[in-house]
């Protein structure tokens, strides 16, 4: 049965889906409808499964297609607290401790990557 989404505003981060079917929006979205667009339709492709899955690693990863580069970085500079969004463990009064598993995917291989570069620079 397919759940109906809600679109909800706050003023931090970029953009979330949640388990329950609620988009979370940073408010000031609204400033840039083709992003806000884009945003909206990238998030509505993802599942409503809470833990770490393969379909909606790949989805964030090839995220280019549907949102412009430029247009995000442009907004994060404009809205600072939108950079929450690359923030793997948060805390929020509303939901508690929220993890973006995907975050913490790719934080972990970017940590690898970077400690075995570390690594044969100094055995080097």
Do not use: C
């Amino acid at each position: 049965m397919e759940q109906e989404l809600k679109i909800v505003y706050r003023d931090y981060g970029i953009a979330d889906r949640f388990d329950d079917g609620t988009i979370e929006l940073n408010r000031n979205l609204d400033k840039y409808p083709e992003l806000k667009r884009a945003i909206i339709q990238h998030e509505i492709k993802h599942t409503n499964n809470p833990r770490f899955n393969k379909q909606d690693l790949l989805h964030d990863l090839s995220t280019q297609d549907q949102v412009r580069t430029w247009h995000m970085i442009q907004f994060i500079f404009k809205n600072p607290k939108a950079f929450m969004q690359f923030v793997p463990l948060y805390y929020t009064k509303e939901r508690g401790w929220i993890k973006d598993n995907n975050l913490i995917v790719i934080w972990s291989f970017f940590l690898l990557i970077s400690l075995v570069g570390i690594y044969f620079g100094i055995v080097i």
